[in-house]
């Protein structure tokens, strides 16, 4: 059974039509304009990063479920790509013991858990010991949560914001009973200005787990863009304020070139501003969204044998360009893809310059 993910990227794509949708709406019947190339040479360059479903890390020697699964994630947004995310999906559903319980003191990894099903649920929704894996780590509040050896004292929850939005995807998607509980802790990570936190607050036992009640949380763009792509795909008044609040906040916080910065270093990268570009797509925001694109597209590789990757930032593009990647920074690229194809989707026609190659 094939299931859309929640819509996807081409659902808003389809929306864009109808007047009344996003702040570039337009009249029934018309549609706006946008160039496939760009996003078709990153998601095929993706494709070829997990021959048989699989990211294989060439540094470590390791096989890389979490990047195959956003790849596979990243190719259910864009759509054409069944076959392919149908391979990577039943290479990370062989392997979801190793990828969702990863050891060192980490029986379950929620985060993973979630991940590995919003994946899944893009090819078949009837894997329900994955669904059962996931409700697990939700507590009475909503907060997702790691579960731990208890004789391993060097184990750590490592469940963040990021880890609550997939969960809030997959629950959603699932119609679980405790959708409404993670949907509203994620939406509670969200301070007053619009944006969210990445950090869950320290005591998972404190009365108030909010990011208001925080006075160390900071702004974090990744997991504000994070959370708006999980909550706009939920049907409810309070996550379409939440929705609201978020890309006003990030529309504030994009620069004039269309880029964005992560909240740990000062540089524009593809990384955050392809996820916040996906954020805008799906919230309907077409302007903000083709700013993004266009920017990303510009760090988009295009000449030798790896055209197609995305680099980071601008030394990674040049880099990428001359020198080409190497096993200790291909992950860099593939992630950066992952994270930005979504919103490649809406790159403007004639908006990059060609190629100089």
Not at 13 to 23: F, K, P
Not at 48 to 64: I, K, L, S
Not at 67 to 73: N, R
Not at 194 to 216: E, H, I, S, Y
């Amino acid at each position: 059974m094939k299931k859309t993910v929640l819509g996807g990227i081409a659902a808003a794509l389809a929306l864009t039509s109808l007047a009344g949708c996003g702040e570039k709406a337009v009249e029934e019947g018309e549609k706006p304009t946008y160039d496939a190339k760009v996003s078709t040479a990153v998601a095929d360059w993706l494709v070829a990063q997990a021959p048989e479903g699989v990211a294989r890390n060439a540094q470590y020697g390791t096989d890389d479920f979490g990047l195959s699964a956003d790849i596979g994630i990243a190719l259910a947004e864009v759509g054409g790509y069944d076959e392919e995310i149908s391979t990577i999906a039943a290479a990370v559903m062989e392997n979801k013991k190793a990828y969702t319980s990863p050891g060192f003191g980490t029986i379950t990894s929620a985060g993973a858990t979630a991940k590995a099903l919003v994946l899944q649920q893009n090819v078949d929704a009837s894997d329900p010991g994955l669904l059962e894996q996931l409700e697990g780590t939700v507590a009475e509040n909503g907060r997702i949560a790691d579960e731990l050896d208890p004789k391993d004292k060097k184990a750590a929850d490592y469940s963040n914001t990021i880890g609550q939005s997939y969960a809030v995807w997959a629950l959603n998607n699932a119609e679980s009973e405790e959708a409404a509980a993670a949907t509203e802790f994620l939406a509670g990570q969200q301070c007053e200005e619009g944006w969210f936190r990445v950090t869950f607050t320290a005591d998972p036992a404190a009365a108030d787990q909010t990011c208001d009640a925080d006075p160390k949380a900071v702004p974090d763009a990744d997991a504000t863009a994070f959370a708006l792509i999980a909550l706009s795909g939920v049907a409810s008044p309070e996550a379409e304020k939440a929705v609201e609040a978020g890309v006003s906040w990030l529309k504030e916080t994009q620069a004039e070139d269309g880029s964005f910065k992560a909240a740990t270093g000062n540089i524009a990268n593809s990384n955050t501003t392809g996820l916040a570009g996906w954020a805008f797509g799906r919230a309907g925001e077409t302007d903000a969204a083709e700013k993004a694109a266009s920017w990303v597209a510009d760090h988009v590789v295009t000449c030798g044998d790896d055209a197609g990757a995305v680099a980071y930032d601008d030394a990674a593009l040049t880099e990428g360009n001359t020198k080409g990647l190497t096993k200790e920074s291909e992950g860099m690229y593939r992630l950066a893809a992952a994270q930005a194809l979504p919103s490649l989707v809406f790159l403007p026609k004639d908006a990059t310059a060609k190629s100089s190659c």
